[in-house]
């Protein structure tokens, strides 16, 4: 099942306006849907391309890497060969998929390029990627593309709810409260996404098998598992605490704070000593790392504290998965009270993912605010996602509080509006109710947020 994606305009705009870089990768976690994209985007933009997938390519292709990296025209011509396929100079693409696993032909990348003849699209493990082509020399023509889950939109796409996305967006654009009716069927179509999720392989087995979420939650599985194996490959020390803190991912989470806290691994456990595992999570993209600032100014991350850290995973769809077991999510009432907002547990951790996930898709890097009060002995502001529009002239913070629930308090947001009140060009509310503007605050239904 093949899903229209954003990314694919992204393509396009690549092979229009790049001129020298020739070559592209998109990066991504396992199973966005990296290598599908590639080569739906071959088939229908190129007279001809060529798929050399690096997991399962003979020893004889990889020969020719090897014995021909100093004589292109043999290495095309005996490629073309291989795989039966013509190639016409501009008008053909060589895909090099899951190409961590032949480090060879990354490095070759800088000399194809600059060779001239075809353009170049590269997938795989970021992070493998990275960790088997230490010390080679990557072309400054490269290109590159960050390639997330479906996210809302495009999971409206694939349920053929176009006309109900396009008005939101107009809604959102215009600052328009939305018509009742339309607002539930829409918040109905949203928990069903934060329920499956993005990943294409889940999406695929909800849609083909009749709205099966069974058939979904075991896709999820497969990829959790995938991950952990990935994990357990790491060729470091320090993959025992990677292992260690994706399995614990719902447990912090469902904390009121949801920070990391390492004495619940090992008892004397300090964020150093963590370091790697963090970085490892993040550039494996399995997981959306949240950094607290300390002092919300022009440039967040120059005020970061690296030693306060939530970890959300890449996929609301996973961490549902990821935080109940099979049996659990065998049984259907979970998926009945889960649409219907009905959950016995607090669902604020699954609402505070998915926005997390949403606004790390639209670009925006994820930071946290706490200020804590002696005389009160606990943070009177907690500030879950601070934006920021990046201009340094004209600096302006959007501080954002998600509530799963009808039922809150903009006690936090009133106090840090006015501490920084001089800083602040807006603050939101993402909740599940409607749209509407009050005392300076935008509440957002939290479907919207994919605009923002």
């Known amino acids: 099942m093949i899903f229209e994606r954003k990314a694919y305009q992204m393509l396009k705009e690549w092979k229009q306006t790049t001129s020298g870089k020739r070559a592209l990768l998109i990066e991504g976690a396992r199973r966005v849907g990296k290598s599908t994209l590639a080569e739906e985007f071959a088939k229908r933009e190129y007279k001809s391309y060529l798929l050399i997938d690096f997991a399962h390519a003979s020893k004889k292709v990889l020969s020719y890497f090897e014995d021909y990296k100093d004589s292109f025209d043999e290495l095309f011509l005996l490629l073309s060969t291989e795989y039966g396929v013509p190639l016409y100079k501009r008008e053909s693409l060589i895909i090099f998929d899951e190409i961590q ?108 098998g009749s709205l099966d979420y069974i058939g979904a939650d075991l896709e999820k599985r497969d990829i959790l598992n995938l991950y952990r194996e990935d994990i357990m490959k790491i060729k470091a020390p320090y993959a025992t605490k990677v292992l260690s803190i994706y399995e614990r991912i719902p447990e912090f989470l469902s904390k009121h704070e949801k920070r990391v806290r390492l004495n619940q691994i090992a008892e004397g456990s300090t964020i150093d000593q963590y370091s790697e595992t963090f970085f490892w999570l993040g550039n494996s993209m399995i997981c959306n790392e949240c950094f607290l600032s300390t002092d919300p100014n022009i440039g967040l991350a120059i005020n970061e504290d690296r030693t306060s850290i939530k970890c959300y995973m890449g996929d609301t769809g996973l961490l549902i998965s990821h935080s109940f077991t099979g049996q659990e999510m065998a049984d259907e009432n979970l998926y009945n009270h889960f649409l219907t907002g009905s959950l016995s547990i607090n669902e604020g951790m699954f609402f505070e993912n998915v926005v ?86 935008t509440y957002l239904p939290v479907y919207m947020t994919t605009f923002l």
Not at 372 to 379: A, G, L, V
């Open 101 to 208: 696993r032949f480090p060879t032909a990354r490095e070759m990348i800088k000399y194809l390029v600059a060779d001239g003849r075809y353009d170049y699209i590269e997938t795989g493990s970021l992070i493998s990627i990275k960790e088997n082509t230490k010390g080679i020399v990557i072309p400054s023509e490269e290109r590159k593309l960050k390639m997330y889950p479906l996210d809302f939109e495009e999971f409206c796409w694939a349920h053929e709810e176009r006309e109900l996305v396009e008005y939101l967006r107009h809604c959102f654009e215009v600052k328009k409260p939305i018509d009742n009716n339309i607002h539930k069927k829409a918040m109905f179509l949203f928990r069903e996404y934060m329920l499956i999720g993005g990943m294409p392989q889940a999406v695929a087995a909800y849609l083909e």
């Open 356 to 441: 997390a996930q949403m606004l790390t898709a639209r670009g925006h890097d994820l930071y946290f605010y706490t200020s804590y009060n002696e005389e009160k002995h606990r943070n009177d502001i907690e500030i879950d996602f601070i934006l920021s529009n990046k201009s340094k002239l004209k600096f302006k913070i959007f501080p954002m509080e998600v509530k799963s629930s009808n039922r809150y308090s903009t006690v936090s947001l009133n106090r840090f509006n006015e501490k920084y009140k001089s800083r602040v060009g807006g603050a939101y509310v993402i909740h599940p109710g409607g749209y509407r503007e009050e005392n300076g605050i």
